[in-house]
């Protein structure tokens, strides 16, 4: 799915503007708009999803994103931002329908830890790519259909091994809670139960989707600000730490049995990102970090609690409580509000804040994000220790 997502953003399009605003923020905005429309689009969707059709979807959804590039590729500037707009939108659809395959299980977070690894390396793979393909002699306008088109082998050997999995066995079921399709109503009762603790967690995963968008579509920008751009391999060789590190840590919580106490561990290793992010980040504006050593760390304390909030701690939670739902209402509640942010966040960097580079622009952020990340995620953590407490004094009293 990165590569019909990220590899435009390896262009720079230098030159171009519109209405004052830079064209590859327009297009970063445009593809972000669309995906979060289809956030806000999946809440009601993605929760109701039956598993007969999966497997289609995804062709469908990844083939309709591949057509808008090349509607990208042969419509003439400026309108062919709008083709960026229509690739987000089936895109936003690909994460909750492939990780409801594997939520629910005892291994849900080496499952998780896995498809997670998988998509901090696609994004720089995908980018390098993007790169080798400029540099190739691919224009910037027809390089991401290009790089889409050289992955299609891929995604047809990928869904079909996804349509492999069996179903969560009884044990699976007995360590977590079953999932179930949601109605309107089953989210609304489900949202109002925790919806102090929900709130909270969408802040944090706000947050954090702002700081890693930035990194992550001006991946370029930041590393050529550091002296480096012209090593476009760095943009995967970088990465691979911090997946390594990222599927360590999460995968070793399927080694806690109880639901809550890998819940708060959860947040536990938010705190502890949050604290990378801001300590790696100081060190390098110190000069005891070099920038390589500072974007992997500063990287592995933005990823782990990125990935932990991409389904592995709404999947605890549900367990924890016993609660009836799936992890795609919860999911696709906070990647919408996350989004939403994320292109508020580039307007207000391209009007309020256009003098910054985007280096200076990146560790702003990190330092702004880490205190409220820390803030948000104590006070989570308190209220959901208060909820237990709260529902098993009362399953006490009813005995």
């Given at each position: 799915m990165?590569?019909?997502?990220?590899?435009?953003?390896?262009?720079?399009?230098?030159g171009l503007s519109l209405w004052g605003v830079q064209f590859k923020i327009i297009l970063v905005v445009a593809q972000v708009a669309g995906y979060a429309l289809s956030k806000f689009i999946g809440i009601r969707i993605i929760s109701g999803m039956k598993t007969l059709y999966r497997g289609r979807y995804l062709l469908v959804l990844i083939g309709v994103a591949w057509l808008s590039l090349v509607g990208f590729a042969?419509?003439?500037?400026?309108?062919?931002?709008?083709?960026?707009?229509?690739?987000?939108?089936?895109?936003?659809?690909?994460?909750?329908?492939?990780?409801?395959?594997?939520?629910?299980r005892?291994?849900?977070?080496?499952?998780?830890?896995?498809?997670?690894?998988n998509f901090i390396i696609s994004s720089g793979f995908v980018k390098t790519v993007g790169r080798w393909l400029l540099d190739a002699g691919i224009s910037e306008w027809w390089?991401?259909?290009?790089?889409?088109?050289?992955?299609?082998?891929?995604?047809?050997?990928?869904?079909?091994?996804?349509?492999?999995?069996?179903?969560?066995?009884?044990?699976?079921?007995?360590?977590?809670s079953e999932r179930f399709p949601m109605t309107g109503a089953d989210r609304k009762a489900l949202f109002l139960r925790f919806a102090p603790g929900l709130m909270l967690l969408t802040g944090i995963y706000l947050l954090l989707t702002i700081v890693r968008d930035v990194r992550d579509n001006f991946a370029?920008?930041?590393?050529?600000?550091?002296?480096?751009g012209s090593q476009p391999a760095l943009l995967t060789t970088a990465e691979m730490p911090i997946a390594v590190l990222t599927l360590a840590g999460i995968s070793a919580l399927i080694l806690l049995r109880d639901n809550f106490t890998a819940f708060r561990v959860n947040l536990a290793l938010s705190i502890g990102g949050a604290l990378l992010l801001a300590a790696s980040t100081w060190s390098f504006q110190a000069g005891y970090l070099g920038p390589v050593i500072w974007m992997v760390l500063s990287g592995f304390g933005l990823?782990?609690?990125?990935v932990i909030f991409n389904g592995v701690l709404f999947d605890r939670l549900l367990g924890a409580f016993r609660e009836r739902g799936n992890v795609g209402f919860l999911m696709y509640l906070a990647d919408a509000v996350g989004y939403l942010g994320s292109v508020g966040v580039l307007l207000w960097r391209n009007f309020g804040a256009g003098q910054l580079r985007w280096l200076d622009f990146y560790t702003f952020l990190c330092y702004i994000c880490a205190g409220l990340i820390l803030l948000l995620t104590t006070t989570a953590w308190r209220y959901f220790l208060v909820k237990k407490k709260t529902i098993e004094s009362h399953a006490r009293q009813s005995v």
């Amino acid at each position: 799915m990165y590569a019909f997502r990220k590899p435009f953003t390896a262009g720079a399009y230098e030159g171009l503007s519109l209405w004052g605003v830079q064209f590859k923020i327009i297009l970063v905005v445009a593809q972000v708009a669309g995906y979060a429309l289809s956030k806000f689009i999946g809440i009601r969707i993605i929760s109701g999803m039956k598993t007969l059709y999966r497997g289609r979807y995804l062709l469908v959804l990844i083939g309709v994103a591949w057509l808008s590039l090349v509607g990208f590729a042969l419509t003439p500037f400026p309108l062919n931002a709008i083709w960026l707009f229509f690739n987000g939108l089936p895109l936003g659809m690909i994460w909750g329908l492939v990780f409801s395959y594997l939520e629910g299980r005892r291994t849900t977070e080496i499952l998780a830890a896995v498809l997670s690894v998988n998509f901090i390396i696609s994004s720089g793979f995908v980018k390098t790519v993007g790169r080798w393909l400029l540099d190739a002699g691919i224009s910037e306008w027809w390089m991401p259909a290009v790089a889409g088109l050289l992955f299609f082998p891929l995604l047809f050997l990928s869904v079909w091994a996804l349509e492999q999995l069996p179903q969560p066995s009884s044990s699976d079921l007995d360590a977590r809670s079953e999932r179930f399709p949601m109605t309107g109503a089953d989210r609304k009762a489900l949202f109002l139960r925790f919806a102090p603790g929900l709130m909270l967690l969408t802040g944090i995963y706000l947050l954090l989707t702002i700081v890693r968008d930035v990194r992550d579509n001006f991946a370029v920008e930041i590393w050529t600000d550091l002296g480096l751009g012209s090593q476009p391999a760095l943009l995967t060789t970088a990465e691979m730490p911090i997946a390594v590190l990222t599927l360590a840590g999460i995968s070793a919580l399927i080694l806690l049995r109880d639901n809550f106490t890998a819940f708060r561990v959860n947040l536990a290793l938010s705190i502890g990102g949050a604290l990378l992010l801001a300590a790696s980040t100081w060190s390098f504006q110190a000069g005891y970090l070099g920038p390589v050593i500072w974007m992997v760390l500063s990287g592995f304390g933005l990823f782990l609690p990125y990935v932990i909030f991409n389904g592995v701690l709404f999947d605890r939670l549900l367990g924890a409580f016993r609660e009836r739902g799936n992890v795609g209402f919860l999911m696709y509640l906070a990647d919408a509000v996350g989004y939403l942010g994320s292109v508020g966040v580039l307007l207000w960097r391209n009007f309020g804040a256009g003098q910054l580079r985007w280096l200076d622009f990146y560790t702003f952020l990190c330092y702004i994000c880490a205190g409220l990340i820390l803030l948000l995620t104590t006070t989570a953590w308190r209220y959901f220790l208060v909820k237990k407490k709260t529902i098993e004094s009362h399953a006490r009293q009813s005995v």
